[in-house]
């Protein structure tokens, strides 16, 4: 998996690949520009003239060789420059030296903002060398581009956001942003959406083993990760091998949730699914879903406190969606944690009387699952101020009570209890619908059964549920609901090439 690292580490890295590989820094520079290009070319067609603005570090020396490459791609380029060449990093000042002389260059105090115009804008004015908010000149530059009716594009990082931290001030706002080889925390932050904009990362071929060194044990989850984590079954595998598993949720008008999560269960894999409802359910699940098994709990509208007999049939639990939060289900719940040793997703109302009930926490293991969106985790940890200190209490949580926790959003994040801080990278927009939660409960309690471990687990249901959603959202877009999202699920095995 691609490792993580802070932004300030980047330059250590670099010379370390460097002096291995016996390569010079202006070769690295080159591969990341001519990976840029590579983008680039498939986004944007060379009838649109392109402005490029490039600081004098060497986010400013990828801006020049961007330059170079494109106009060699036959693009119309211009060239402007913040701040001193004179003081330029020593491969910006490589790539400037070595600019075609066919391409403008023009300081950017020296430009006449009337009449300027520019199809797009190209970001090298700062990266990850960034130490201090925007102010000045170079906050004025930047006001300016994200006023200006362009299309606005980020060479590693949008000039301003520092990598690891939570914006102080302003930022270019990016459409998109061409992260190298890595994304740069801070990219990851739901704070940060609007000047992130689309987040490619491109491999500028410095291999895992670089950033072994480096901590904290952060990755990023991709495509490319997800195959050897699954299992493989094959033609004598039988219903027993696919796991038995039970969801159990559900309360007087919240039975949907349940549903849901069952049915996601069941596209995901399943061989047997049971859930576990309050009385008024028997109708909605039998008749809804068919494939599934019901038992019912003794009240009509909530669980009471008696969780269903004879836990140890079932390989995996997913509890919470739709359960309601009646003093008598926290008991049941109680039950469940003493009684239940197997691998269990712990969801939605019940992350919220696991709040409520902080005596239960310590109940929890390397066994247990919680799925919270932002505001569920903030019940259980306290407030946070914003994306950066939710990561950090995460951490502290799971290191605490050991258990997993995946922190719901974009870019879901999964902290496991090995230390670990895992981002996703599928899914879109269109997944921030009512239920999605459900599914992924549905999907993480199916892959717990089937045998895949908690880790396993967790980033094949996180990542399936993303994918999931970027194909529902293709077809339903705004309109997306989360049965589109469970419609979807044998799809995106199709995708990733499992059977
Ligand atoms: N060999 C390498 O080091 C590689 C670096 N790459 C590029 O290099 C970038 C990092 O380059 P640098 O470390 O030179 O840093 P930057 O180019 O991001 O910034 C340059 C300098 O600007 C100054 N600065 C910081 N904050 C400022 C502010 N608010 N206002 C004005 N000036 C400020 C600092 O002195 C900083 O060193 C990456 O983001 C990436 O684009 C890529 O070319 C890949 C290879
Ligand atoms: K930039």
Known sequence: MQQIIPGKSVKELDAAFIKDKG????????????AFCDWFV????????????????NNGGDGMAISRLLWERGYSVKVFIM???????????LNHEVLPEAIPVQLVENVNWENWKAKVIIDGVLGVGINRPLEGA?????????????????????????????????AFKAMFTVSFQFP???????????????????????????????????????????????????????????GKVMLIGGSYGKMGAVRMASEAALRTGSGLVSCFVPRCGIQVLQSSLPEAMVEVSEQDHYLDEYP????????????????????KTAIMLEELLKLYKGPMVIDADGINLLAS?????????????LTPHLKEFERLA??????????????????????????????????????????????????????????????????????????????????????????????????????????????????????
């Open 42 to 57: 498939e986004q944007i067609s060379p009838e649109n003239d392109l402005a490029v603005f490039c600081g004098t570090g």
């Open 184 to 242: 740069k925390m801070a990219l990851l932050f739901p704070e940060h959406a609007s000047y992130t904009g689309e987040l490619v990362i491109k491999d500028i071929g410095i291999s895992p083993d670089y950033f072994e060194t480096f901590e904290p044990k952060m990755y990023y989850l991709e495509k490319k990760d997800i195959p050897e984590l699954h299992k493989s079954f094959d033609r004598f595998s039988h219903k027993g091998n696919f």
């Open 382 to 499: 306290g407030a946070c101020a914003h994306q950066r200190e939710r990561v950090d209490k995460v951490a502290e949580f799971v290191e605490k009570f050991q258990c997993t926790i995946i922190l719901k959003g974009a870019h879901s994040l999964i902290a496991c209890p090995d230390g670990t801080l895992n981002f996703n990278s599928s899914g879109n927009a269109y997944l921030a619908t009512g239920g999605a939660g459900d599914v992924l409960t549905g999907m993480i309690t199916s892959f717990l059964g089937q045998g895949y471990s908690p880790k396993e687990a967790a980033f094949c249901g996180v990542y399936h549920h993303g994918l999931a959603g970027e194909l529902a959202g293709k077809v339903n877009r705004r309109g997306t609901i989360a049965s589109d999202i469970i419609a979807k699920i044998p799809q995106t095995y199709l995708q990733l090439g499992i059977h």
């Open 357 to 369: 009930h902080p005596h239960l926490l310590n109940m929890l293991g390397h066994n247990i699952i």
């Open 138 to 170: 170079y906050l004025d530059l930047i006001k300016r581009l994200n006023n200006f009716p362009a299309k606005r594009i980020a060479i590693d990082m949008p000039t301003g956001l520092p990598s690891d931290e939570i914006l102080e001030g302003e």
């Open 308 to 327: 269903p007999d004879n836990l140890t049939r079932y390989d995996a639990l997913g509890v919470g969606p739709g359960m309601g939060q009646h003093s």
């Open 23 to 34: 390569i010079t820094s202006y070769k690295l520079m080159e591969q990341a520009a001519l």
């Open 83 to 93: 701040g001193d060449p004179a003081n330029g990093s020593k491969d910006f000042k």
